[in-house]
């Protein structure tokens, strides 16, 4: 109850800051400003009294902190940098009652139950701002204000009666679910999620039975796709961004919501499906931009380069495109496919050579025909030959 001699109502951390051991029990008898870390398996901080925690000495939380000591109706503010673990939980002593507050980016741990919700949860950074899901949020009232959210925990629950979103959702490759209540997305509101896999899934949204997702849009939002999966696949595939479309309330398709994506030998896409979910698409376009690349490069007039791209991106040659995804650009694209199948001097590489070796059956070349190339022989090839790789 006392403080820092000298400075009523501060402290300098509770508990050790690797979290081992922890306190057993800290009680807060009066309003205080910790200027460092919480490590306490329990905190209580008693009714109607406010305890901001985190400074110069620590930012972290690990452990359990109770709003209230019977009515709930305490409050417990987190600093800009905060570091909860995620087994960390903010918890009221009566459900409805007790708020929590962030004052900037922060990994935030669980906070509230399902039959036991804190009555507010506010985030009043800057726009831009990083809040790390890592745990569930059950609150009678939510407000993310302008921060991003990136959720980190694999299923992450926000329940309650309103939530309030106005920033990025980085998806990664999780979960986040909608329980219960209103949640509103301001214009501000743009997704990204991640593929890995090409046969899995992205990161997505589900809004549950008896949730419904509002959204105010004004001018485009974009959903973006991190796209680290192979292109090597065939014409489409499909992946859910929100499962229980029905529920969702608002325009998300062109032109409100733009879908762009990471891979550049792929067309992203956004429909809904026939339960009206929304699902993204992603489309094999490596032949259009390869020939595009070529037709706006030095080999575009070369023989045999034209008609052979086609088969350097076909979905079973897995050597090009593993190489195709290296090109970052148009040029890199065009002198890849290019030189390939056209070069004739020492500047093929040995590794150009062994790309070429491997996909040779999908030319229908032998290593045998390789001295024809820049011979008079080759103006009257036609067909796969054409366009050979020349031995070094």
Do not use: C
């Amino acid at each position: 109850s006392g403080g820092v001699p000298n400075t009523p109502g501060t402290i300098y951390s509770l508990g050790i800051g690797n979290g081992t051991p922890k306190l057993k029990q800290v009680t807060f008898t009066t309003n205080y400003n910790n200027l460092g870390s919480i490590i306490a398996t329990n905190a209580t901080i008693n009714d109607g009294l406010t305890v901001t925690t985190g400074g110069i000495a620590g930012k972290d939380f690990d452990g359990k902190i109770t709003l209230g000591s019977a009515n709930g109706n305490s409050n417990v503010i987190f600093v800009d940098g905060t570091n909860s673990t995620a087994t960390s939980m903010v918890a009221t002593a009566k459900a409805n009652n007790g708020t929590v507050t962030y004052l900037g980016s922060a990994a935030v741990g669980n906070i509230g139950s399902s039959n036991a919700l804190v009555a507010s949860v506010k985030f009043t950074g800057p726009a831009g701002s990083l809040e790390k899901l890592q745990g569930n949020i059950y609150s009678t009232a939510t407000n993310f204000g302008n921060v991003n959210l990136n959720v980190a925990g694999s299923n992450i629950i926000l329940g309650g009666d309103t939530t309030a979103i106005n920033g990025n959702i980085n998806l990664v490759t999780n979960t986040l679910t909608f329980e219960s209540g209103t949640s509103t997305w301001g214009s501000n509101t743009s997704l990204s999620t991640t593929l890995t896999v090409s046969n899995g899934n992205i990161g997505h949204i589900v809004i549950a039975e008896g949730a419904q997702v509002n959204v105010t849009t004004i001018g485009t939002t974009t959903i973006n796709v991190q796209d680290n999966a192979s292109a090597n696949f065939s014409g489409t595939k499909y992946y859910t961004l929100i499962e229980g479309g029905a529920r969702f309330n608002g325009t998300l398709r062109d032109p409100n919501f733009a879908v762009t994506g990471s891979n550049r030998f792929v067309n992203y896409g956004l429909i809904r499906a026939a339960n009206q979910d929304y699902v993204v698409t992603r489309t094999n376009d490596a032949a259009n931009v390869v020939t595009n690349d070529i037709a706006n490069s030095p080999f575009g007039g070369a023989p045999g380069v034209g008609q052979n791209v086609t088969t350097f991106v076909n979905a079973t040659n897995t050597a090009a495109y593993n190489n195709l995804l290296l090109a970052k650009n148009s040029a890199d694209s065009a002198n890849f496919v290019g030189t390939i199948t056209t070069d004739t001097s020492a500047a093929v590489t040995n590794a150009q050579l062994d790309i070429a070796k491997d996909i040779q059956a999908q030319l229908g070349n032998r290593l045998s025909a390789l001295r024809y190339l820049g011979t008079p022989e080759t103006a009257e090839m036609t067909g796969p030959e054409a366009g050979a790789v020349p031995a070094a």
